[in-house]
């Protein structure tokens, strides 16, 4: 798949710190200079986070059919893509985004069993050419994922708004086990583009090692 120079992503399952270390990334990166545009996806644009609100009501759990979710994430993508990402890597800056597209792979390809050709098909449609150059993994295991979000007083999306666990927070560990795996073959089957990094170590040494994967690609 053809990818956007100066495009990166991070991924991980919930605890994994992709927030902080984007911020301390593109800190990073502006202090040498570069324009940075951040965004969580899905979200970013207006309509992208009137989709993510929909993907996470808690009341569409076990009625959003499958493809129905895949699709979702797809359009909220393919405006954000439009709106933001597109003309932000057209004036020279650099995007970082919090998920992307290898979520999709992770998620509703890997977790949900939907597979990665339908989850291609529709992401070459869908990204037309604005696919990050480097998707950086923070792994960890689900037990880790658990304990880290458990000391936060709950999952970050939950913790952000005080309410309760959200559609996709309400999924099981062997679930979420699958998301893993999904990220952790894409590392292994796509070197080129995906990257996986330990997260169960100081944060310091983490961030270190994600800044210098970003900055080979500058």
Same mark, same amino acid.
């Given at each position: 798949?053809?990818?956007?120079?100066?495009?990166?992503?991070?991924?991980?399952?919930?605890?994994?710190?992709?927030?902080?270390?984007?911020?301390?990334?593109?800190?990073?990166?502006?202090?040498?200079?570069?324009?940075?545009?951040?965004?969580?996806?899905?979200?970013?644009?207006?309509?992208?986070?009137?989709?993510?609100?929909?993907?996470?009501?808690?009341?569409?759990?076990?009625v959003m059919a499958?493809?129905?979710?895949?699709?979702?994430?797809?359009?909220?993508?393919?405006?954000?893509?439009?709106?933001?990402?597109?003309? /932000?890597? !057209?004036?020279?800056?650099?995007?970082? =985004? %919090?998920? @992307?597209?290898?979520?999709?792979?992770? *998620?509703?390809?890997? #977790?949900?069993?939907?597979?990665?050709?339908?989850?291609?098909?529709?992401?070459?449609?869908?990204?037309?050419?604005?696919?990050?150059?480097?998707?950086?993994?923070?792994?960890?295991?689900?037990?880790?994922?658990?304990?880290r979000t458990a000391?936060?007083?709950?999952?970050?999306?939950?913790?952000k708004r005080g309410? /309760?666990? !959200?559609?996709?927070?309400?999924?099981? =560990? %062997?679930? @979420?086990?699958?998301?893993?795996?999904? *990220?952790?073959?894409? #590392?292994?089957?796509?070197?080129?583009?995906?990257?996986?990094?330990?997260?169960?170590?100081?944060?310091?040494?983490?961030?270190?090692?994600?800044?210098?994967?970003?900055?080979?690609?500058?």
């Open positions: 798949m053809k990818t956007a120079k100066h495009f990166f992503s991070l991924e991980g399952i919930d605890g994994s710190g992709k927030s902080t270390h984007i911020e301390k990334l593109a800190n990073a990166l502006e202090a040498e200079g570069y324009s940075v545009v951040r965004l969580r996806e899905p979200g970013g644009a207006k309509i992208s986070e009137r989709i993510r609100e929909i993907l996470l009501d808690a009341s569409f759990k076990g499958d493809k129905t979710e895949l699709l979702l994430y797809n359009a909220a993508r393919a405006q954000v893509i439009a709106e933001i990402i597109q003309p /932000a890597l !057209d004036a020279g800056k650099i995007v970082i =985004a %919090d998920r @992307f597209a290898w979520s999709t792979f992770a *998620y509703q390809g890997y #977790a949900r069993g939907l597979g990665a050709d339908m989850v291609q098909r529709l992401t070459e449609l869908t990204c037309d050419g604005c696919f990050p150059e480097l998707t950086v993994v923070l792994d960890l295991t689900v037990e880790q994922s658990r304990a000391k936060r007083g709950g999952a970050p999306r939950t913790a309410g /309760a666990p !959200d559609r996709l927070e309400q999924e099981k =560990a %062997d679930f @979420f086990e699958r998301v893993r795996q999904g *990220y952790l073959a894409a #590392a292994r089957d796509y070197p080129d583009c995906v990257a996986a990094i330990d997260v169960d170590r100081p944060f310091e040494e983490v961030s270190a090692d994600l800044i210098k994967l970003v900055k080979s690609r500058l």
